[in-house]
């Protein structure tokens, strides 16, 4: 990979290495193309996502980056993509919100500001209307409470950055679902983190 590449020059998740090849050699062979996704955050991820499945809706919350993506969907004529943007408000009155807990639709960059919107862009779709929620933006554990329904059964979230404790909330929602980790190197930096994938129950 080009060392002075970036996710969204590439075309690619902003992910570990082993959980990108998981995607490629799993999902990507066997059902790409009649995979429908939901994704929290956009990015090279956007474009990675609309070359490789049927359907994507992207939700982002910074006005200047969407209009950077939004270039490039139209540059690649990506009309499988339905691209929002959700940005965030400031709290109504009084509010110490936690960003771990998910009911809070808080984000730790953004303190006094409510992502609420953004999180719940996913409610306008009807429950199991996904067969991926990928989870990379704002509010990650209010993006998981609000994504679990909307996948259908054996559905998939991947979360990536997963190793931060102020998730575990968010991941104690999935405890009764299929789980595998990626721990290691991944593009763009000289550090390893944690990108999981969850598996909906198939009988749920």
């Given at each position: 990979?080009?060392?002075?590449?970036?996710?969204?020059?590439?075309?690619?998740?902003?992910?570990?290495?082993?959980?990108?090849?998981?995607?490629?050699?799993?999902?990507?062979?066997?059902?790409?193309?009649?995979?429908?996704?939901?994704?929290?955050?956009?990015?090279?991820?956007?474009?990675?996502?609309?070359?490789?499945?049927?359907?994507?809706?992207?939700?982002?919350?910074?006005?200047?980056?969407?209009?950077?993506?939004?270039?490039?969907?139209?540059?690649?004529?990506?009309?499988?993509?339905?691209?929002?943007?959700?940005?965030?408000?400031?709290?109504s009155g009084y509010s110490d919100s936690d960003a771990a807990d998910p009911q809070s639709y808080a984000s730790h960059e953004y303190e006094g500001m409510s992502f609420e919107a953004y999180v719940k862009s996913i409610d306008t779709y009807p429950n199991k209307s996904?067969?991926?929620?990928?989870?990379?933006?704002?509010?990650?554990?209010?993006?998981?409470?609000?994504?679990?329904?909307?996948?259908?059964?054996?559905?998939?979230?991947?979360?990536?950055?997963?190793?931060?404790?102020?998730?575990?909330?968010?991941?104690?929602?999935?405890?009764?679902?299929?789980?595998?980790?990626?721990?290691?190197?991944?593009?763009?930096?000289?550090?390893?983190?944690?990108?999981?994938?969850?598996?909906?129950?198939?009988?749920?």
């Amino acid at each position: 990979m080009d060392p002075n590449g970036s996710a969204i020059k590439d075309a690619v998740p902003w992910i570990t290495f082993e959980a990108k090849e998981w995607i490629d050699t799993f999902l990507v062979q066997n059902c790409g193309k009649e995979m429908t996704v939901f994704e929290y955050g956009s990015g090279g991820s956007t474009i990675f996502f609309t070359q490789r499945f049927f359907k994507v809706i992207s939700v982002e919350h910074n006005p200047e980056w969407y209009g950077v993506v939004r270039k490039i969907l139209q540059r690649e004529n990506a009309s499988n993509c339905e691209y929002l943007l959700k940005e965030p408000q400031p709290f109504s009155g009084y509010s110490d919100s936690d960003a771990a807990d998910p009911q809070s639709y808080a984000s730790h960059e953004y303190e006094g500001m409510s992502f609420e919107a953004y999180v719940k862009s996913i409610d306008t779709y009807p429950n199991k209307s996904f067969d991926l929620v990928f989870i990379d933006g704002r509010a990650r554990p209010s993006c998981i409470l609000h994504a679990r329904n909307k996948l259908k059964s054996g559905g998939i979230i991947i979360l990536d950055n997963a190793e931060r404790d102020y998730y575990s909330l968010g991941k104690g929602l999935l405890r009764d679902w299929d789980r595998m980790d990626f721990y290691g190197p991944g593009p763009y930096g000289r550090y390893f983190w944690q990108t999981s994938i969850f598996r909906r129950p198939a009988d749920s």
